[in-house]
Antibody, heavy 122, light 111 residues
């Protein structure tokens, strides 16, 4: 059973860059058919899909965030990372990493991390 | 404002049946994109509960079932148990926005 764990600073200043890493254990990030994803939840709100990366480096981002987001992968460490630039208080959220499984008939988010809270404040 | 609309809260007594709704549009659920449900106990990792409208991953009790009709989906939980207390999210894909979309979540309280 693959497990995911988010890590990174819990507090980021406005206009700076939010950086988070997701460590994957129990499976290889280079396994075919899986897209490594970031999702966030604003306080008291629903979930928002941020973007994903395939182990080859192919990325796809939410158009609403595309200009400020970069997702990268480190296959040697079995990790993938999120960078969100020029953050504001509106980026305060619980950030989840998840695995998007496209290897079967149904495409779905089958494994998630516990989430890490990032607060944007001076 | 989430693309998929869910009631903020629902409650029921142990042993009862509850139904959670998820309203979409013709560009997501109504377009035929798969709908999935996730259970999230705060502080824990969200868990896939129902996939493809009405399929359960192994380990999910058959007390949980899903359905889909037109632009909406529903999750039914029978024989409510205290451990079912959690937030429930529906999820699909939206072809107009070209993103994966979620509902705002429904908080289930077991009385």
């Amino acid at each position: 059973q693959v497990q995911l764990q988010e890590s990174g600073p819990g507090l980021v200043k406005p206009s700076q860059t939010l950086s988070l890493t997701c460590t994957v254990s129990g499976g290889s990030i280079t396994s075919g058919g899986y897209y490594w994803t970031w999702i966030r939840q604003h306080p008291g709100k629903g979930l928002e899909w941020i973007g994903y990366i395939y182990y080859t480096g192919i990325t796809y981002y939410n158009p609403s965030l595309e200009s400020r987001v970069t997702i990268s992968v480190d296959t040697s460490e079995n990790q993938f990372s999120l960078k969100l630039y020029s953050v504001t208080a509106a980026d305060t959220a619980l950030y989840f990493c998840a695995r998007y499984d496209s290897s079967g008939y149904y495409y779905l988010f089958d494994s998630w991390g516990q989430g890490t809270l990032v607060t944007v404040s001076s | 404002q989430s693309v998929l609309t869910q009631p903020p809260s629902v409650s029921g007594a142990p042993g009862q049946r509850v139904s959670l709704s998820c309203a979409g549009t013709s560009s997501n659920i109504g377009a035929g994109f798969d709908t999935h449900w996730y259970q999230h106990v705060p502080g824990e990792a969200p868990k896939l509960l129902i996939f493809g409208s009405n399929n359960r991953p192994s380990g999910v009790p058959d007390r949980f079932s899903g359905s889909k009709s037109g632009t909406s989906a529903s999750l039914a939980i029978t024989g409510l148990q205290a451990e079912d207390e959690a937030d429930y999210y529906c999820q699909s894909y939206d072809s107009s926005l070209s993103v994966w979309v979620f509902g705002g979540g429904t908080k289930l309280t077991v009385l």
